[in-house]
Structure formats: C-alpha cells, structure tokens
C-alpha cells in the first residue's frame, strides 16, 4: 500500500510536539493523551519509515494537532510574522532605495555556486556528522577541499556510512555529469518563472497558484508538501503554513529566497519583503526570517561588495531583534569569528542546537551557514566545503554559501575550474522548459528580472 510521507497526522503529530516545546508553547498535556492511546513517536527522519495506525489513531492525531495549534506561545510577541510587525521589531530595518546595476557574470558565478555547493552536499545529506568526518578523511579529503569520493574509502566504513543512495549516482566525483535535479535549484527556477509571469510585485497568492500549476507534489518536502496539500484541501495562504504544518520553522523557505535577493541588487529591504510574500505561504516566524535574511545578505552581496561580512550584516537588520533567529545569527558570527578550527565551530552548533532541534530546522541550518561565510571570509571554496562539513542540511547549506560566495566572486572565471568543469553547464530540472538550461543563459534570464522597471 502507498503511504504518502510529510502528510500524514499520526506522523506529523510528534514533529509538532517537538516544534510546541521549542516555540515556548506548552505540549505535556496533549503529549500525554498521545502516547496513553499509544500514539508513535515521529520517525527521526521526516519522510522516513511512515508509521501504519488505526483509524481511531488517525482522527486523535487529527485533534490533537489542532489543540497544539491553538496554544499560546511565549514567544508570540518576539516572534511576528505578519510583515508589519517584523519590520517594526528591526530597530535597523534597510532604506528602501533604487536597485543598483548587476554585473550578469556575478549572477552566472551565484547560479554556479548554487549548483556546486548544493552537489557537494548531496552524497552526504542526512549523514551523522561523524560519518561525514570518516568518509572525507577517508579519502585524503579532510578538511573537506574538493568533492566527495568513494575512491580508496573502505568497504566496512561505507557500510557503517553509506552514501545518500538517490544522490551518490550523479554527485560523487567520480560520476558527476552535469547538474542533476534537485529541490535547491528548482526553486530558484520557479521564482525565476514567478518573476517573468508577475514582476517583483507578485502576490502569496500568485506563488500558490503557481505552484499547483507547476511543482509536482511528489517534488515537494516538510513544509511545502503540507503547503501544497493545504492548497488541495481549499485552504488559503498564509493558514497554509500554519494548518497541520509542524514543519513551518524549517528551512524549506530559505532555500527559495536566492531568487529574491537576485533580482534586487543594491535594495535588501525589496529582497526581505518579496522573500516574506514567498515564505508565508509556507512558514511563520523563524522560517520566513530565515528566508529574508538570506535574500537581503544576497541582494548586498549582487552589488559588487567583496565583504561578505557586511552581507551578513545588512541581513541580519531584517531579522527581529529578540527572535531566536536572531540570537542564532549573532553566536554564529562571534564563535566563527573567535575560533581558529572550523571543526570547533561545528562541534559547539552541534552541542547547542543537535539535542533540540531537528535537522531539517532553519536555526541550526542558518547558523551554520552563517558560521561557514564568516570563518571563510567569503572565500568560496572555504566557504562551501565549510557549509558542508557542518553536517545536518548540507546540499541546502552548501548551495546558499555557495550562491553568496559565489556572488562576492564576481564571475565563473574566479571559481576553480575543478568546481565548474564538472557541471558542463548544464542543469537538469522538472520546472517548465529549463531542462537542460545553461548557468549562462540562467544568470541572462535573471539579469532581465532583475533590471526589469
């Protein structure tokens, strides 16, 4: 029998439980009602080995996922996500000001450092950080400089760490050709698409639309699988993100926010706000901050700026200022600024955050990427192969450090031709007519968004 993953209430009840004890709201008394009717747990990986329950099981998740939903949290009034409140919470929120010029190669050098940093990333996804460590030393890789192989890796230790098993065919070095679909660069690509059918003034509703259009459901995850069901179901943005969606403060909105920042070179506070109509239709609070932050760091980093630490700076001015994204981004930046080994960093984010949060979560994934650019200093390389050797998201993180990196770059002559050559300038994807599609002609297809009046 088919069991469709991410959607499913018995499934997505313990993700909420666990969500409720992070957002401050107080889950014990639901919590405790699950597991007397002998509720399961969630499955330690979304998506992964979906439970079967009976239908009496099935109705209470139901239920149960409402009353949590309808808990106050104490962090409410931190934490908005209406777009009003966000902006009255960031004391420095950016000027608006007219778009400045972009360079196209800049925009072929962000769409590059996408791909590359999101295929470093693949074979690893969902590793443990310790097998990542193992694999890459393994192989003479360590710290992590180039892609990922199985050549001279024991049998025993690929056993006890086995490659992503739908990524390792098409992301090892040994049999990369080209760049293969992936969630990471489709959704820059449906923004691309978003942008040529609306202009930089579409609506949530015309992101919806799009989507139900465009995007096969089986090509969506966490937070935008539930979306796209909640759209199905007759529900509206934005209670899209909120209706049974445990997955809200993941990243899933973050790595939809390149486009955003692309096409508003010079004007952060235009990124933010465009990357907010975007993420509320499928997150609230720290997932959309996440998703602003990451398109006014770019949108800096389009206007020619070598400093990334400035990027990060006018990223962090659109992320409220008590928020726990917030709070993330600033240890972030003092710990990769103060620690020498990189390894360091990683092993305090993971003792912080690892514990509490799941994998998949925008915080830990923010911070890390984060930690990655300032401990690089924006070096490209450093900064994607740090990304990656952070562990948890890592096609996702390698493929936004990659993407800024790649911006302060200036051109796909400043990437090492070992990054470039393999990708043969070509990108595969299930969106629209841009199979196949060259980074050349995306970054020119981009440039026309971006200057577009």
Not at 107 to 129: D, N, Q, S, T, Y
Not at 147 to 170: C, E, I, K, M
Request: glycine content about 8%; aromatic content about 6%; hydrophobic content about 40%.
């Amino acid at each position: 029998m088919l069991r469709l993953t991410w959607v499913q209430p018995e499934d997505l009840l313990g993700h909420e439980l666990r969500q409720a004890r992070l957002d401050g709201r107080e889950p014990k008394a639901v919590e405790a009602r699950w597991r007397a009717a002998g509720g399961p747990d969630a499955p330690e990986r979304a998506g992964a080995s979906p439970h079967r329950v009976s239908r009496y099981l099935r109705l209470l998740a139901e239920d149960l996922l409402d009353e949590l939903a309808d808990l106050p949290s104490r962090f409410a009034d931190d934490e908005p996500t209406d777009l009003a409140r966000i902006r009255a919470q960031c004391p420095d929120w950016p000027a608006g000001r007219s778009a400045t010029a972009v360079d196209p190669r800049a925009l072929e050098a962000a769409w590059l450092g996408r791909a590359i940093g999101c295929l470093l990333g693949k074979p690893v996804e969902k590793l443990p950080l310790d097998g990542i460590r193992a694999l890459a030393r393994a192989a003479g890789n360590w710290p992590l400089t180039t892609w990922f192989t199985a050549r001279g890796v024991p049998d025993d230790l690929l056993a006890a760490h086995p490659w992503n098993r739908r990524s390792a065919p098409t992301s090892l070095a040994e049999n990369i050709d080209g760049m293969p679909q992936d969630d990471d660069l489709d959704y820059p690509l449906l923004n691309l698409l978003l942008l040529q059918r609306h202009g930089r003034a579409f609506t949530t509703d015309d992101v919806a639309r799009l989507w139900l259009e465009e995007l096969p459901p089986g090509r969506t995850f966490t937070a935008e699988r539930v979306a796209h069901r909640n759209l199905l179901a007759g529900i509206e943005p934005p209670h899209t993100a909120r209706h049974r969606n445990p997955f809200r403060e993941w990243i899933g909105a973050l790595i939809r926010a390149d486009m955003h920042g692309w096409s508003n070179p010079g004007d952060p506070a235009a990124a933010a706000e465009q990357a907010h109509r975007d993420a509320v239709l499928t997150h609230t609070a720290n997932g959309v901050y996440a998703a602003m932050f990451t398109a006014a760091a770019i949108a800096t980093a389009a206007t020619g700026t070598h400093d990334v630490h400035a990027c990060l700076r006018t990223g962090r001015t659109v992320v409220p200022a008590r928020s726990r994204l917030a709070k993330a981004i600033d240890h972030a930046v003092r710990l990769a600024t103060a620690t020498d080994d990189f390894d360091d960093v990683v092993d305090e984010l993971h003792a912080l955050y690892g514990p509490t949060h799941h994998w998949v979560h925008a915080l830990p994934n923010t911070a890390l990427t984060v930690a990655a650019l300032t401990h690089a200093d924006g070096d490209f390389t450093g900064s994607v192969c740090r990304a990656v050797s952070g562990g948890w998201d890592t096609d996702s993180n390698g493929a936004t450090a990659g993407s800024v990196a790649g911006l302060l770059a200036g051109s796909p002559g400043a990437l090492p031709d070992r990054w470039r050559a393999p990708l043969k300038n070509r990108l595969a994807t299930t969106v629209a007519d841009f199979d196949g599609a060259g980074f050349d002609t995306l970054a020119h297809l981009t440039h026309l968004e971006a200057t577009r009046p």
